[in-house]
């Protein structure tokens, strides 16, 4: 279902007190913040452009040019509404415009001209209009005497509140996210384009050369870059996609460098990562290590056997899955990472051992101890509470994002009780607001659905329910079986999962575009299985809603405390975590040493593709580059301190998935790359910094240049971008 | 059984015409050969030594401290008879000496009196008395107008007669080689030493640090390295283990350099390479690509498992299977490196195109052509005739080699036929002078014989022998379903295989020594099921032997021209292929790229083995290891350049298996280090040596002081050395 950001937290603390040490690399900083960074000693590795330049609250910084996917970076690249992102970005759109008889995947596609662009089905690109921070708003609507859950209650209400009166009236989508773990408030306001059309993208075995064994490996030689175009109505109003419409109008965009990067050249970069945890405590650490990434593997590895399965038996049907396989086996990679990370960087160690070191700094300051002391002790209790209903957590949400019907159905039934209240009221997702993301969901998705799957993995999530342990068992699912013996629960379970996908009208768009209109009384008349079934299951999807606020609640009452707890201690300058806004950072160009007697250097050529090549998926280097390659026909690609055309490289710069197609720039702010993955050393970055290890992975430009020019001749994209 | 060096071939010509260039450290030299090398560059790179110094053929060069293995090297490092080889090379004498009470592979051993020695069972030391050419005395048996088949047996009975003389009345064991394919002949003369007793052996998780996880692999971390001992009877005779002998006086020993290398040193290494084809034809190379190595591979997996799951039911049988499945396992990675290694350096189609080049070279020499064209059309006939019998020749070969039973019933059998041969005439490995080694082969492998194994091994081999494609059908094995259906086929067979194993007589070392003892009437009599197959498939073993020697003689007569042709062509020094016989190698300490943007340093240190722990095999660093270096207590073993502790090294040594042990020297001849492996790319470097890819991986010799000296405090040890 649409994922709506959470937004949460409190308490207030101020960091300007703090001395300001430069954190080499490390950081994801807030653009308000650039001109309060270290631009002497920036400009001393090659910085040249002022802080406006990068970010000017009044417009024309190169921050504009920066724009974000649903959960990704991209950045404008000409005046009319030409973005570049990753080819992995793009995938999907290019997926879902992909027949047997027009394999866009596979071959690549080229719109010569602005007719011949296809529609990227179900992608938006938001563009920041402004941001502000409004923690005193969000503040004054909180009192020291609230629970937990009426402290959550709270903040969701004046969120709600801000968010609708910033929208009225205007052609905008408002964001409020809170930093530091609940200090901090920011509304992020956003111009959302809803028709985006597909212009280049490589062929298959350049975009995602590689592929998955290459994935978030170091050396890398993809091609991992894509164009697309935004349009809006002709008086400048973002509506969906017309033959009407026109390019929209970016008036900061992008130039591109052709004289490349070497090894130690300053870079920065602008995107907009998803989720950093770097102030974690020990006890949610302990959470994940020992519960929520060893059963998100299994799941994961589980799931993706189901629906290779049926991709094995069907090709159309295995192209309906790739991009669900794709999804769930990047994270898998990532997770895996993570925990292999976690143990080699023995990040749950050393957290404990902080925490303890905290503590006798406390311990020797009665004054601060009185303030902080309680935190610890608080967190240890709320995640031992936590652990009391985190499996009937995972399988309840597991089941209801990755079965489509159920999702379906939940989504549904939950409009038709929350459209009882009033707007204010209710859930954050099923708001006004949220009705037309909901339909083009409820209607996007038919492109990928495949009931016979569904149903499968549906299957699988009711045999792991029925394994959850006493005192968290799901009742919906209990109900099922009734009075049945323990023998006969296989075959109940089959009837009742053939007789749910026989029976619901959920598999036409129609049929659930209809239901999504119906209020409650109509929806039941509908007497649809699966919505009866989600009517069950919402009783307890409730309560665990609420359990979780007021997890959250906790959370945000704690968080913040000790991440000042640890302000006070260190004496340091913190960034916020990352949380899906936009952010800046710089680094360096530089290669790192994986292990004992092994150099990995900053970047990797075309002989380094060829050397890969297979002539099979998904190491098949294309006829037209390979024959490029053999004639040597390199132009102004070549790179002479390297010998041969630059295909990825490497850099300091701290990045984590949502920055996938962020823009990375030289010193004066002209792309040189695209961040595309992270090295597998940085997957358990996101808990965990280490400057020696963690790397960026960037497609080169002058690769993609490349690629454009003497492999594909795609001339007229060439012209419309600004080279220089 | 017990292998003996294949000895054949003929047709002379001479090098010395040759204009003699360098090939920078390709080249397994023979030591008369030393002198002509380019002794100036050599010491221009560091080299120290006169070549007299290395080798005199009057003796006291450091050549003499070498000494050869079964399959591979060891040096002589104290007056004493005190070896140094590989861990690796020790082993089955550790295993053999081995208890689940007495756990020396797991824990290492150490004898601090020469009375604590433990024998190494089955092992012998042969020392090199001398060797000279004998090419005219072989070539003088030969004809012209000889058949192929007339060839062989010629050149076969004239080293019989040559090493017969050699060894009549002296105390020795000889081998005659062919070098370059037949062109020449040398004689060796070895003092061979029976008594060869374990002295010190690190635990295996030091030894094999790891396992097969890092075999081929660089970086590497393993502590590779064990000490032996040889005697013999006071009066100098070498005879089997008596409690009477004295340690073998070894007048050359080496000295320990404890100064180590740094990146670009000289290194010079002597030691007993096995096998190198860097001469083959395409037609042969095609054979290995397209037949051997894929059959093998197969085979290799399938019995591996086989064995894996004996082992996995019983402990003490995998204690018994474990040299055995290590032995399957080294070969089985080496020939899937060389597959890789063939298909990466396309040798196949290299060596075609050569031959294109070559036929060219010839078109426009026709004199030339006249001696030489006829060569590879006829290489191209022949191996097209070995085609016709390839499938059989590996069953019979690979299911005699590897079913213990029916290698003991195969090996009694022919020699009862054997034995009524004069001496003179009889098959190599069945003379007069390979009874002994026969005995005491049919003792030792009682050890680690595993019946019920060996059982399964064995039907393994006879299902794959009934797969064979008609016109390839092993007789004796077809005679087991006379007149059967092929649907009871699988009963048939087992209640076959039962049988042989219910009934035999040799499982039982008394009955097989008895049996060795009888005449071919008194064989039959005792009616052993499995001497009755042995029997029947002996018919067979004669014909393809028969086949393969008419095969070898065309080669003898073919390869030496071959490589005279190439010679005329490209103008240029060759050396001969590694068999088995004592060579020279000099090179530089050196790392390399593997690939792109990976560079591979030249040396790993201790923190790299720490790195890798995981406390769990084959990655379990002992207790001792980790408290030393948690104590940094690294004394003088510590390397300034490195920061660390050295622990292996790569040099650009042209090795190969045989080469297991060899000393590694400086300029000055003293040890720096043991070679015990190739990196993964070098494995096809047996085909064609790539300067820029092939490496040796060796032990640094400070790495063994640091642990005798400051892990395991083998003070006796150390004293015994000669450390400079």
Same mark, same amino acid.
Not at 472 to 486: H, L, R, S, Y
Not at 503 to 512: A, C, F, I, M, Q
Not at 615 to 636: A, T
């Given at each position: 279902?649409?994922?709506?950001?959470?937004?949460?937290?409190?308490?207030?603390?101020?960091?300007?007190?703090?001395s300001?040490?430069?954190l080499?690399?490390?950081?994801?900083?807030?653009?308000?913040?650039?001109?309060?960074?270290?631009?002497?000693?920036?400009?001393?590795?090659?910085?040249?452009?002022?802080?406006e330049?990068?970010?000017?609250?009044?417009?024309g910084?190169?921050?504009?040019?920066?724009?974000?996917f649903?959960?990704?970076?991209?950045?404008?690249?000409?005046?009319?509404?030409?973005?570049?992102?990753?080819?992995?970005?793009?995938?999907?759109?290019?997926?879902?415009q992909?027949?047997p008889?027009?394999n866009?995947?596979?071959?690549?596609?080229?719109?010569?001209?602005?007719?011949?662009?296809?529609?990227?089905?179900?992608?938006?690109v938001?563009?920041?209009?402004?941001?502000?921070?409004?923690?005193?708003?969000?503040?004054?609507?909180?009192?020291?005497?609230?629970?937990d859950?009426e402290?959550y209650?709270?903040?969701?209400?004046?969120?709600?509140?801000?968010?609708?009166?910033?929208?009225?009236?205007?052609?905008?989508?408002?964001?409020?996210v809170?930093?530091?773990?609940?200090?901090?408030?920011?509304?992020?306001?956003?111009?959302?384009?809803r028709?985006?059309?597909?212009?280049?993208?490589?062929?298959?075995?350049?975009?995602?050369?590689?592929?998955?064994?290459?994935n978030?490996?170091w050396?890398?030689?993809?091609?991992?870059?894509?164009?697309l175009?935004t349009?809006?109505?002709p008086?400048?109003?973002?509506?969906?996609?017309?033959?009407?419409?026109?390019?929209?109008?970016?008036?900061?965009y992008?130039?591109?460098?052709?004289?490349?990067?070497?090894?130690?050249?300053?870079?920065?970069?602008?995107?907009?990562?998803?989720?950093?945890?770097?102030?974690?405590?020990?006890f949610?650490?302990?959470?994940?290590?020992?519960?929520?990434?060893?059963?998100?593997i299994?799941t994961?590895?589980?799931?993706?056997?189901i629906?290779?399965?049926?991709s094995?038996?069907?090709?159309?049907?295995?192209?309906k899955?790739?991009?669900?396989?794709?999804?769930?086996?990047?994270?898998?990679?990532?997770?895996?990472?993570?925990?292999?990370?976690?143990?080699?960087?023995?990040i749950?160690?050393?957290k404990?051992?902080?925490?303890?070191?905290?503590?006798?700094?406390?311990?020797?300051?009665?004054?601060?101890?009185?303030?902080?002391?309680?935190?610890?002790?608080?967190?240890?209790?709320?995640?031992?509470?936590?652990k009391?209903?985190?499996?009937?957590?995972?399988?309840?949400e597991?089941?209801? &994002?990755?079965?489509?019907?159920?999702?379906?159905?939940?989504?549904i039934?939950?409009?038709? !009780?929350? $459209? *009882? +209240? #009033?707007?204010?009221?209710?859930?954050?997702g099923?708001?006004?607001?949220?009705t037309?993301?909901?339909?083009?969901?409820?209607?996007?998705?038919?492109?990928?659905?495949?009931?016979?799957?569904?149903k499968?993995?549906f299957?699988?999530?009711?045999?792991?329910?029925?394994?959850?342990?006493?005192g968290?068992?799901?009742?919906?699912?209990?109900?099922?079986?009734?009075?049945?013996?323990?023998k006969?629960?296989?075959?109940?379970?089959?009837?009742?999962?053939?007789?749910?996908?026989?029976?619901?009208?959920?598999?036409?768009?129609?049929?659930?575009?209809?239901?999504?209109?119906?209020?409650?009384?109509?929806?039941e008349?509908?007497? &649809?299985?699966?919505i009866?079934?989600?009517?069950?299951?919402?009783?307890e999807?409730?309560? !665990?809603r $609420? *359990? +979780? #606020?007021?997890?959250?609640?906790a959370?945000?009452?704690?968080?913040?405390?000790?991440?000042?707890?640890?302000?006070?201690?260190?004496?340091?300058?913190?960034?916020?975590?990352?949380?899906?806004?936009?952010?800046?950072?710089?680094?360096?160009?530089?290669?790192?040493?994986?292990?004992?007697?092994?150099?990995?250097?900053y970047?990797?050529?075309l002989?380094?593709?060829?050397?890969?090549?297979t002539?099979?998926?998904?190491?098949?280097?294309?006829?037209?580059?390979?024959?490029?390659?053999?004639?040597?026909?390199?132009?102004?690609y070549?790179?002479?301190?390297?010998?041969?055309v630059?295909?990825?490289?490497?850099?300091t710069?701290?990045?984590?998935n949502?920055?996938?197609?962020?823009?990375?720039?030289?010193?004066?702010?002209? !792309?040189?790359?695209?961040?595309?993955?992270?090295?597998?050393?940085?997957?358990?970055?996101?808990?965990?910094?280490?400057?020696?290890?963690?790397?960026?992975?960037?497609?080169?430009?002058?690769?993609?240049?490349?690629?454009?020019?003497?492999?594909?001749?795609?001339e007229g994209?060439?012209?419309?971008?600004?080279?220089?």
């Open positions: 279902m649409i994922k709506t950001m959470v937004v949460t937290f409190l308490t207030v603390f101020l960091l300007a007190f703090l300001l040490t430069s080499a690399n490390e950081g994801m900083w807030l653009l308000d913040f650039i001109s309060q960074l270290p631009i002497d000693s920036m400009k001393a590795l090659g910085l040249r452009l002022n802080p330049e990068s970010y000017n609250p009044k417009g910084g190169i921050a504009d040019a920066v724009v974000k649903g959960g990704a970076t991209g950045a404008f690249v000409s005046p009319e509404g030409l973005i570049i992102t990753n080819h992995h970005v793009a995938y999907t759109a290019v997926q879902r992909s027949t008889e027009h866009y995947l596979g071959d690549g596609f080229y719109a010569q001209t602005k007719e011949q662009e296809l529609p990227a089905i179900g992608y938006n938001y563009v920041i209009k402004s941001f502000e921070d409004v923690t005193q708003r969000v503040l004054s609507a909180l009192n020291e005497r609230m629970s859950l402290r209650k709270a903040v969701e209400n004046i969120t709600k509140e801000i968010i609708r009166k910033a929208e009225k009236g205007k052609d905008v989508k408002c964001k409020l809170s930093m530091y773990g609940g200090s901090q408030y920011y509304l992020f306001t956003y111009f959302k384009i028709d985006v059309r597909l212009v280049y993208v490589p062929p298959l075995s350049v975009g995602e050369y590689g592929g998955e064994i290459d978030w490996m050396p890398r030689h993809a091609g991992d870059f894509a164009f175009r349009y809006v109505a008086d400048g109003k973002s509506v969906n996609y017309s033959k009407e419409n026109v390019p929209y109008n970016s008036k900061v992008l130039k591109l460098s052709s004289s490349g990067i070497k090894e130690g050249d300053f870079v920065m970069l602008i995107g907009f990562p998803g989720t950093t945890k770097r102030y974690e405590s020990s949610s650490i302990d959470k994940m290590v020992n519960h929520d990434y060893p059963k998100d299994r994961r590895q589980e799931v993706i056997s629906l290779k399965e049926a094995a038996e069907d090709s159309s049907v295995a192209i899955l790739s991009s669900r396989i794709k999804g769930l086996n990047n994270y898998l990679k990532k997770n895996q990472g993570m925990l292999e990370g976690f143990k080699r960087a023995q749950l160690q050393g404990i051992e902080e925490e303890k070191l905290l503590k006798e700094f406390l311990n020797e300051n009665p004054k601060l101890n009185k303030n902080y002391g309680h935190i610890l002790p608080e967190l240890d209790n709320l995640f031992k509470e936590y009391k209903f985190q499996d009937k957590k995972f399988i309840v597991w089941m209801t &994002d990755r079965c489509d019907f159920l999702d379906f159905a939940s989504t039934y939950k409009w038709s !009780l929350e $459209k *009882k +209240k #009033k707007d204010q009221d209710r859930e954050p099923y708001q006004d607001r949220d037309l993301e909901t339909k083009e969901w409820l209607e996007d998705t038919q492109v990928n659905l495949v009931p016979s799957t569904d499968k993995v299957g699988y999530f009711l045999t792991k329910a029925l394994q959850l342990p006493f968290q068992k799901i009742g919906a699912i209990e109900k099922v079986f009734e009075g049945a013996e323990k006969d629960r296989n075959k109940i379970l089959e009837e009742f999962v053939n007789d749910l996908y026989e029976k619901t009208e959920l598999g036409s768009v129609e049929e659930r575009l209809k239901m999504f209109g119906m209020n409650e009384g109509e929806l008349k509908q007497n &649809d299985p699966f009866n079934f989600a009517k069950q299951l919402e009783v999807r409730e309560e !665990l $609420k *359990k +979780k #606020k007021e997890f959250s609640g959370l945000t009452r704690l968080e913040p405390k000790l991440i000042q707890a640890y302000a006070e201690w260190k004496k340091k300058r913190l960034y916020p975590d990352a949380n899906g806004t936009i952010r800046f950072n710089y680094g360096q160009v530089k290669g790192y040493v994986p292990q004992d007697a092994v150099s990995f250097r970047i990797t050529t002989a380094g593709v060829m050397e890969k090549n002539s099979q998926e998904p190491f098949d280097v294309p006829e037209e580059l390979e024959e490029v390659y053999s004639k040597k026909d390199f132009g102004s070549f790179d002479e301190s390297i010998g041969d630059p295909v990825n490289f490497l850099s710069n701290d990045i984590t949502g920055n996938s197609g962020s823009p990375v720039m030289n010193g004066k702010g002209e !792309l040189v790359g695209l961040a595309f993955d992270g090295n597998y050393e940085s997957i358990s970055a996101d808990y965990l910094f280490d400057p020696e290890l963690t790397r960026a992975i960037n497609v080169d430009i002058r690769y993609v240049l490349f690629l454009l020019d003497k492999v594909y001749h795609v994209l060439l012209k419309e971008l600004s080279i220089h």
